[in-house]
């Protein structure tokens, strides 16, 4: 490229010094810059003396107008660039080319959404021809992706599950408030003898009731002998005892045996009681995760 008398060193110290130390040929100081197309050269030129670009024309060289302006050191350009390409440009094709290009140029943040998008869509990404060239040409970044997507896999699975084991101890802690409101005030058809119980007709706010009143029932009536009880029975015994556990006042508690685990809890091993503890505090500490989100069953405790 021929360059007039400009002072280059303020759009671009680098371009600056290079033309200083520039041949001086015909008055006019002539420098290469190799592998740009003419279009992308012309852009960057005109940017230099005008700070103007056109969308269209910087859309259409936006990669080789990132690696001039960061080679030239035109950072006004290098952020319009990398502006471009986040907010837009990225596609299937090119993401890998400018992850490449972003991580030569500097660019640590446009880097990061390239690799969230390979992340993200890695089935069809890693069938394009972008990945292709980059796997026999940077092996290195190949393995780096793709154990950046066997991590995000990793912790997708580890919230899933968290947010399983969360369901069932809130799971657990509305058994809790059903046992307490059935024991309490009686619901449907079950409940203390001094209650007038007004049948299965009246509609319950505890998403837990009618499941315990069926296991209660079983409970109650179950015939089936095998030592501990059946699966029916042993979840009644879990219940009753996990309430014993949790419960302030056992002296006025008419939640059945809630006393007699009390006093059992005397003996207990040390694993039991580890073991019961950490169960009691997973299942207050959904109860209260619930209660910070919303207060939908606040002033029933
Ligand atoms: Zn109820
Ligand atoms: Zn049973
Ligand atoms: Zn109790």
Redesign the pocket.
């Known amino acids: 490229m021929a360059s007039p008398a400009i002072d280059s060193s303020v759009a671009s110290p680098v371009l600056g010094n290079v033309l200083r130390l520039s041949k001086v040929k015909h008055g006019m100081r002539y420098i290469k810059i190799p592998g740009v197309p003419y279009g992308a050269v012309c852009v960057f030129i005109r940017f230099l003396y005008s700070s103007c670009y056109e969308e269209e024309e910087l859309q259409k060289f936006v990669l080789h107008l990132l690696v001039l302006s960061h080679s030239y050191s035109v950072p006004a350009l290098k952020r319009a660039c990398i502006c471009l390409l986040e907010e837009g440009l990225l596609t299937r094709e090119n993401v890998i080319d400018v992850l490449q290009l972003a991580r030569n140029c500097d660019a640590p943040r446009l880097a990061f959404i390239c690799v969230r998008m390979v992340v993200k869509d890695f089935k069809s990404i890693s069938s394009t021809e972008g990945w292709k060239v980059m796997k026999r040409a940077n092996p290195a970044l190949e393995q780096e992706l793709v154990e950046s997507v066997v991590e995000a896999d990793t912790r997708k699975q580890e919230r899933q599950r968290k947010m399983e084991d969360k369901k069932v101890y809130l799971q657990l802690y509305e058994a809790m408030e059903a046992l307490l409101h059935i024991c309490k005030d009686g619901c449907r058809t079950i409940g203390p003898h001094d209650k007038v119980l007004k049948g299965s007709q009246v509609t319950c706010n505890f998403p837990a009731c009618k499941g315990l009143e069926t296991l209660v029932r079983h409970f109650a009536n179950c015939k089936t002998r095998v030592p501990g009880g059946c699966v029916h029975c042993k979840r009644m015994w879990q219940l009753l005892e996990l ?2 556990r949790m ?1 302030n ?2 002296d006025s ?1 008419k ?1 059945p045996l ?1 006393r007699h685990f009390k006093e059992k809890m005397q003996q207990q091993s040390k694993k039991d009681e580890t073991k019961w503890k950490l169960l009691v505090s997973k299942v207050v500490a959904a109860k209260n995760a619930v209660g910070s989100f919303s207060s939908r069953r606040s002033g029933l405790l």
């Open positions: 309430h014993s419960c006042e056992p508690c939640v809630c």
